[in-house]
């Protein structure tokens, strides 16, 4: 029933930029916070960003502010993330989900990879 599917991921060059998406269906986009979280090769989860329901207040993790932004549409359903300046350390699966009262849903992810 819920369903986040993320997109944007791919290739780019160190200090390049990169826009992710998270298009949400299955329930009220609107009335849920939404987050981001990565995994890099041979570590952990590592939350990125988050962003309230109506888009006003957003937090992020120390390794990403100044150079990430995350954003949504709710008309259009749709979470963004926003890279710039983008470093090798950064590359890993990007994974968008909603916390709702009695369950966590995650979307498949979304590779991105910086490399020279």
């Known amino acids: 029933e819920v369903q986040l599917v993320e997109s944007g991921g791919g290739l780019v060059q160190p200090g390049g930029s990169l826009r992710l998406s998270c298009a949400a269906s299955?329930?009220?986009?609107?009335?849920?916070?939404m987050s981001w979280v990565r995994q890099a090769p041979g570590k952990g989860l590592e939350w990125v960003s988050a962003i309230n329901s109506g888009g006003g207040s957003t937090s992020y993790a120390d390794s990403v502010k100044g150079r990430f932004t995350i954003s949504r549409d709710n008309a259009k359903n749709t979470l963004y993330l926003q890279m710039n300046s983008l470093k090798p350390e950064d590359t890993g699966r990007y994974v968008c989900?909603?916390?709702?009262?009695?369950?966590?849903?995650w979307g498949q992810g979304t590779q991105v990879t910086v490399s020279s």
């Open positions: 299955g329930f009220t986009f609107s009335s849920y916070a």
């Open positions: 989900y909603v916390d709702q009262p009695l369950r966590r849903t």
